[in-house]
């Protein structure tokens, strides 16, 4: 792919290089840069790896080199490197890196970087890792291989989503082949619920309402929802997605009350595409999953009225 070459040559030459993904990281976004800090720590660079979320999700607290993440950046260093990030302004910080190389699977990022490598073909940013590893003849050791494969398995949805292809199950392969016990991912993902998500999942499913006949959920996350529970915004991560497996269900809208404003999560099933959406109200994303925060003064019902005309536009899609 365009860039790998480039980018390989200019990470040579760097001396100290700061790793860092989007502000309340996913899977993919840890995964990527956590699977890239092994690769440049044998290539004998000082790396820092950044993220500006406090407290970083605990769910992925079992990658390699998690404890290693700050939210510091360092004084000096002359190489940045940012992975699964869409736009400058999601990554946290304001002080423009000396040189940035962009990696990314978003077909809306804004291409901020110096280096942009952009995939939109890739079922996660992982896998454009993944790939300009191959491209440059670099060893995936198995801390490398455990990050790269969690960050698959998320942004796939345990391989569930149309992205998944033959490529992605030939690296899920190959990172098994470096030492990544499926299993042990999956129980470390799937199997470490906490009491406080299941009780908000309960308020929260009495929440749902269906429109445009069926086609459309609205699931609703309210502070003091997440105050009775003593949930967390993590908690909040797979409510959307399990709205969507409602039977007529095409879009599954979650809103949820956060200090910045409401935050909305897209997801839609088969045809529609929620980037669009997510892209009008200052968001983006995938085709399938997408999000955007709405700054200001809303309530829940005012952002349902202003956001139904574009959903049912949305699943007016054929199958």
């Given at each position: 792919m365009e860039g790998f070459k480039e980018a390989f040559d200019k990470i040579k030459k760097a001396s100290h290089i700061v790793l860092i993904s989007h502000i309340n990281p996913d899977g993919d976004a840890l995964g990527s840069e956590l699977g890239m800090y092994p690769i440049l720590k044998r290539m004998n660079k000082k790396v820092t790896v950044v993220n500006k979320t406090k407290p970083l999700p605990d769910y992925l607290d079992f990658l390699p080199n998690f404890e290693k993440v700050t939210d510091k950046l360092p004084k000096s260093y002359d190489l940045m490197i940012s992975f699964d990030c869409g736009s400058f302004d999601r990554l946290g910080i304001e002080e423009?890196?000396?040189f940035l190389i962009n990696f990314d699977h978003h077909v809306s990022n804004t291409r901020y970087g110096d280096i942009n490598i952009i995939d939109p073909n890739a079922a996660s940013t992982s896998e454009v890792i993944y790939?300009?590893?191959?491209a440059n003849n670099i060893e995936i050791d198995k801390d490398s291989a455990i990050c790269l494969y969690t960050a698959l398995v998320t942004d796939t949805g345990s391989f569930q989503y149309e992205s998944v292809n033959d490529k992605v199950f030939e690296m899920a392969a190959e990172m098994v082949r470096c030492g990544v016990k499926p299993d042990f991912v999956s129980r470390m993902?799937?199997?470490?619920?906490r009491l406080s998500r299941l009780r908000l999942l309960?308020?929260?499913?009495d929440t749902i309402e269906l429109c445009c006949d069926g086609r459309v959920a609205f699931v609703e996350v309210t502070r003091e929802m997440m105050e009775i529970t003593g949930a967390i915004k993590e908690d909040t991560d797979t409510i959307v997605n399990s709205v969507r497996a409602i039977e007529p269900v095409e879009i599954a809208v979650m809103l949820r009350e956060d200090e910045?404003?409401?935050k909305l999560s897209l997801r839609s099933k088969t045809c529609a595409d929620v980037s669009k959406i997510a892209?009008?109200?200052?968001?983006?994303?995938?085709?399938r999953a997408a999000g955007a925060t709405l700054k200001?003064?809303?309530?829940?019902?005012?952002?349902?009225?202003?956001?139904k005309e574009d959903l049912k536009e949305a699943v007016e899609c054929r199958e």
């Open positions: 423009k890196p000396p790939n300009f590893a191959k993902l799937f199997q470490r619920d309960a308020k929260a499913y910045e404003g409401i892209v009008k109200y200052g968001g983006g994303g995938h085709i200001g003064e809303f309530d829940f019902s005012k952002v349902k009225k202003m956001l």
